[in-house]
T-cell receptor, first 114, second 113 residues
């Protein structure tokens, strides 16, 4: 069974530029999560989708971050404009979404903002 | 709100030593508890979990017991191997893992031969 796919794996941009990350969850997984992991910290949830609807985006900085999950499968996370403090690893995870279902994580996208 | 506190690393041990990584939590409800692990070059993966008080999660020789009275979920292993070198994250969920996880900062474990 293929795991969660993410691209790109690495990205370097200048501050104030925009960037987009892509995630393809495990086939059949209804729930998709985006986490931000800053160096030395644990992952922090940014947004959770159930199919193509948003369940929780309370920690998403909506003035610069946006995310969508068209057709309830792939998802894209965008930052515009990027700030230095956005340098982090962006992790995508997916699950069947029910009680006690495991969240499976992708390899992450490492973003460096200069 | 929810929070997880785990011991600072790095933790350096010799092979075959006994391992404990402490984890305590604060939660408004009755959470499920998890240990995730990130091996070098690999993605974050579930190691073990427990969903109610006094439950013991176990996997690959690792164990952790859900202690509601002390709000703790300490990770233990009787005899570590070099291959256990990784970063370990304690996490909690209000909805059995269906919602977003709240993670600790992670503990880097280094096992020397």
């Amino acid at each position: 069974e293929a795991g969660v796919a993410q691209s790109p794996r690495y990205k370097i941009i200048e501050k104030r530029q925009s960037v987009a990350f892509w995630c393809n969850p495990i086939s059949g997984h209804a729930t998709l999560y985006w986490y931000q992991q800053i160096l030395g910290q644990g992952p922090k949830l940014l947004i959770q989708f159930q199919n193509n609807g948003v369940v929780d985006d309370s920690q998403l900085p909506k003035d610069r971050f946006s995310a969508e999950r068209l057709k309830g499968v792939d998802s894209t996370l965008k930052i515009q404009p990027a700030k230095l403090e956005d340098s982090a690893v962006y992790l995508c995870a997916s699950s069947l979404g029910s009680w006690e279902e495991t969240q499976y994580f992708g390899p992450g996208t490492r973003l460096l903002v200069l | 709100g929810n929070s997880v506190t785990q011991m600072e690393g790095p933790v350096t041990l010799s092979e075959e030593a006994f391992l404990t990584i402490n984890c305590t939590y604060t939660a408004t409800g009755y959470p499920s508890l998890f240990w995730y692990v990130k091996y070098p070059g690999e993605g974050l993966q579930l190691l073990l979990k427990a969903t109610k008080a006094d439950d013991k999660g176990s996997n690959k020789g690792f164990e952790a017991t859900y202690r509601k009275e002390t709000t703790s979920f300490h990770l233990e292993k009787g005899s570590v191997q070099v291959s256990d070198s990784a970063v370990y994250f304690c996490a909690l969920s209000d909805l059995g893992g269906a919602d977003g996880l709240t993670f600790g900062k992670g503990t880097h474990l280094i096992i020397q031969p």
